[in-house]
């Protein structure tokens, strides 16, 4: 049973943008911490951008100031905002929660591709 699904993945030229969802559907996940990730062929997953239930967040150096987390409450979505797409953001992006407590992300959706053109 997927309990959180990603979407907004797609094909653009660097430069171009592009917004990926996170819909909870357990109405849950949404108030605790949350992440994007991504992993490249060849890679290791790594952190994008993480929320926590304050709302503060935190990204990654190479994605600062281009990449944008936020939620939106009412419609129990997680958003990454990704503007001046590069070729190296080329990946497939997954969204992941945990209890704020917890160290560990535990629950991880099955991911949305992202392919950026040069």
């Known amino acids: 049973q997927v309990k959180v699904v990603e979407s907004g993945g797609g094909s653009v030229r660097a430069g171009g943008s592009l917004r990926l969802s996170c819909v909870d559907s357990t109405n849950t996940y949404i108030r605790s911490c949350m992440g994007w990730f991504r992993q490249a062929p060849g890679k290791e997953r790594e952190v994008v951008a993480a929320?926590?239930?304050?709302?503060?967040?935190t990204y990654a150096n190479p994605v600062k100031g281009r990449f944008t987390i936020s939620k939106d409450y009412a419609k129990n979505t997680l958003y990454l905002q990704m503007n001046s797409l590069k070729p190296e953001d080329t990946a497939m992006y997954f969204c992941?929660?945990?209890?704020?407590?917890?160290?560990?992300?535990?629950?991880w959706g099955q991911g949305t591709q992202v392919t950026v053109s040069s």
């Open positions: 929320i926590d239930n304050f709302g503060r967040a």
């Open positions: 992941a929660a945990r209890p704020c407590w917890a160290p560990e992300y535990s629950l």
